[in-house]
């Protein structure tokens, strides 16, 4: 573990938990299977490098996103000897028994803010979705298992462009009547933006206290770690990212990846804000994620290393004239 660099932002928390997310949402739009072996090996070096909450699957239907057709398998495979908290999103009962037979430490059920993504992501209307949120709960709370409630588009629609604060306060309420208080608030086509985020953070502690909100960005528009920020000044203490920047819903026009978990603990570094995440071993399983990916991923931190790096001045051509 790498002790934070940088000093401490006034305002923000002393620590945070980072959501590695690029297992499942990261990897569920790839056109190309990753053998389950890689698999279990991403997530087993970043536990090793400090993290200690992953979403590492999804107990979906294979022929929807073929890519988590291992879904109980890469749970098998994963080291839990360091007490990391592995989660998994269910859809619907028949997937949250798969979840609890595969021994998952917490189920995520979602849905969209706007009707129509909700139709397009999973062919639901929003109340289809909360009603079937009941019987997932239910076997869930037999197998003695906690549910996190995430919420798509909670600040934006590719189809309806601005979603009222309203939309999004009612289903937080909905979850927390069913026993959900682990939120997470996703920006599903990165149309987040500072301001929005301090309006709906505030909103959600202002009418469903009890929520413990997560934070999920995308750096569609370049703003990703900006909402970031505006998250930690309204105390925000958990935050969810892919690593390498992995990413993109596959029901929604235009979207790319999330945030970026390396630059997000970079960030967090020169802030002074501890994650226990040790930066130089996440760059190398972000290398190791891009090798196995075959492609070049739109994280930086990995490309450029992080700010006091230095290098030999032999390592440049000196300028002439």
Do not use: W
């Amino acid at each position: 573990m790498t002790a934070p660099t940088g000093h401490h932002v006034k305002g923000f928390p002393q620590t945070v938990s980072v959501i590695e997310v690029g297992p499942r949402d990261g990897l569920q739009s790839e056109p190309e299977f990753m053998p389950t072996d890689k698999k279990i090996a991403l997530v087993n070096c970043q536990i090793e490098a400090g993290i200690r909450h992953l979403e590492v699957t999804s107990f979906v239907s294979p022929r929807a996103v073929p890519q988590m057709r291992d879904a109980a398998e890469v749970l098998a495979g994963i080291d839990r000897t360091k007490g990391a908290v592995l989660t998994a999103l269910v859809p619907n009962a028949k997937g949250a028994e798969r979840a609890a037979e595969a021994g998952v430490d917490a189920m995520v059920v979602f849905m969209s803010a706007s009707e129509s993504h909700n139709l397009k992501n999973v062919n639901r209307t929003r109340t289809q979705s909360l009603e079937g949120f009941a019987e997932i709960v239910r076997i869930a709370g037999d197998a003695d298992i906690p549910v996190f409630g995430a919420i798509a588009t909670a600040f934006g629609c590719p189809f309806e462009g601005d979603v009222p604060i309203n939309s999004v306060v009612d289903i937080a309420r909905a979850y927390r009547d069913m026993g959900i208080t682990m939120l997470s608030l996703g920006d599903t086509t990165g149309m987040a933006t500072p301001p929005l985020v301090q309006e709906r953070c505030q909103a959600l502690g202002q009418t469903v206290p009890e929520a413990d909100i997560a934070l999920h960005f995308h750096n569609t528009r370049g703003v990703g770690l900006a909402c970031v920020y505006a998250g930690l000044l309204e105390g925000i203490t958990r935050y969810e990212a892919s690593i390498g920047g992995l990413g993109g819903c596959p029901f929604a026009p235009k979207a790319t990846g999330n945030i970026c978990t390396e630059d997000l603990v970079y960030m967090l570094d020169e802030c002074g804000v501890e994650s226990g995440i040790d930066l130089r071993k996440l760059v190398d399983v972000s290398r190791q994620a891009e090798t196995a990916i075959g492609r070049i991923l739109p994280g930086q931190v990995m490309k450029a290393g992080p700010r006091l790096q230095t290098y030999g001045m032999d390592s440049v051509a000196t300028a002439n004239g």
